[in-house]
């Protein structure tokens, strides 16, 4: 069974510095997505980024930009020129290749602060 | 743009009692799936379906029913609730196979249970 760890429950960042949080995962499957989501204090989960495993170059979006490394099962985020609408909880979450869209497996999150 | 819609956010069950969770999208999304959020523990994956008339079971199904009788509609319900399934509960929905969009959750503002 697939698992996925985030070893850092609660994390704090001053604003406009730059963080990385952690995520490693375990699967026997060669071909499979990750994601970091996030959820704001309001509740309403949304995606951050999604990375396939069978590409080698690391996704990024705006501000944020994962570090992929397949070998090692790692996955961690990095969010640069933190803003305080950055805090929230992050998970990271795994998904087989050609698997049901709804079956993601999820870390258990750590929680971001972004301080003024 | 409703998206994903849940009701109630927030209900007060006793012990025994049966209800239901409603969720509705309106992004004509194939997949729609049940979660729920614990402290400490992330999202589990309660129940999931990949069309309407068509259900299965998660990661932790048991004191939960599900149906789909259409593409917008995806309601949990609890038959005989207890304290244990006191939790955020986050219906979510997606779009097909289409890889673009693989993995891309849409989810609902969250219901909130407590089981007294």
């Known amino acids: 069974a697939q698992t996925v760890t985030q070893s850092q429950p609660e994390m704090s960042v001053q604003e406009a510095e730059t963080v990385t949080l952690s995520c490693t995962y375990d699967?026997?499957?060669?071909?499979?997505?990750l994601f970091w989501y996030k959820q704001p204090p309001s509740r309403q989960m949304i995606l951050v980024i999604r990375?396939?495993?069978?590409?080698?170059q690391n996704a990024t979006e705006n501000r944020f930009s994962v570090n992929f490394q397949k070998a090692a099962k790692s996955f961690s985020l990095k969010i640069s020129d933190s803003q305080l609408g950055d805090t929230a909880m992050y998970f990271c979450?795994?998904?087989?290749?050609?698997?049901?869209?709804?079956?993601?497996?999820f870390g258990k999150g750590t929680k971001l602060s972004v301080k003024p | 743009n409703a998206g994903v819609t849940q009701t109630p956010k927030f209900q007060v069950l006793k012990t025994g009692q049966s209800m239901t969770l409603q969720c509705a999208q309106d992004?004509?999304?194939?997949?729609m799936s049940w979660y729920r959020q614990d402290p400490g523990m992330g999202l589990r994956l309660i129940h999931y379906?990949?069309?309407?008339?068509?259900?299965d079971q998660g990661e932790v199904p048991n004191g939960y029913n599900v149906s789909r009788s259409t593409t917008e509609d995806f309601p949990l319900r609890l038959l005989s609730a207890a304290p244990s399934q006191t939790s955020v509960y986050f219906c979510?929905?997606?779009?097909?196979?289409?890889?673009?969009?693989?993995?891309?959750?849409?989810f609902g503002e969250g219901s909130r249970l407590t089981v007294l």
């Open positions: 979510a929905s997606s779009y097909g196979l289409a890889e673009a969009s693989a993995g891309e959750l849409f």
């Open positions: 699967t026997s499957e060669s071909n499979y997505y």
């Open positions: 990375q396939e495993a069978y590409k080698q």
């Open positions: 979450a795994f998904m087989n290749y050609g698997g049901s869209q709804g079956n993601l497996i």
């Open positions: 992004m004509n999304h194939e997949y």
């Open positions: 379906s990949v069309g309407a008339g068509i259900t």
